[in-house]
């Protein structure tokens, strides 16, 4: 049984810092791409970064490109999002995501497994 369990999280002001954690299990961890999706209220999911099975690659959603860092310990089978300087439009559930298709990353369609998803809210 695959489980991705997720940590993190909560109430920041604008331009604090947060970092969410993902604990997965039943899943032999360095073979997937691991990738962090977000939705607000109102809103459809959106891609926000991902990292290949190595850590070789990463991708970002330009609005958070030099903000977030996406990061992974394969020792760990955790995978992390690093985020800084946060803006209200941060302000989402945020989901981990794994995937064995390491080209198309940022398509929710292509994850397997999904967390539990956690609240990050972003004052102003």
């Known amino acids: 049984q695959v489980q991705l369990v997720q940590s993190g999280g909560g109430l920041v002001h604008t331009g604090g810092s947060l970092r969410l954690s993902c604990a997965a299990s039943?899943?032999?961890?360095?073979?997937?791409?691991m990738g962090w999706f977000r939705q607000a209220p109102g809103k459809e999911r959106e891609f926000v970064a991902a990292?290949?099975?190595?850590?070789?690659?990463?991708y970002y959603r330009d609005s958070v490109q030099g903000r977030f860092t996406i990061s992974r310990e394969n020792a760990n089978n955790t995978v992390y999002l690093q985020m800084n300087i946060l803006k209200p439009e941060d302000t989402a559930v945020y989901y981990c995501?794994?995937?064995?298709?390491?080209?198309?990353?940022?398509?929710?369609?292509?994850?397997?497994?999904w967390g539990q998803g956690t609240q990050v809210t972003v004052s102003s």
């Open positions: 039943g899943l032999t961890f360095s073979t997937y791409t």
């Open positions: 995501a794994a995937t064995t298709n390491s080209r198309i990353v940022a398509a929710d369609r292509v994850y397997n497994y």
């Open positions: 990292i290949t099975w190595g850590g070789g690659r990463t």
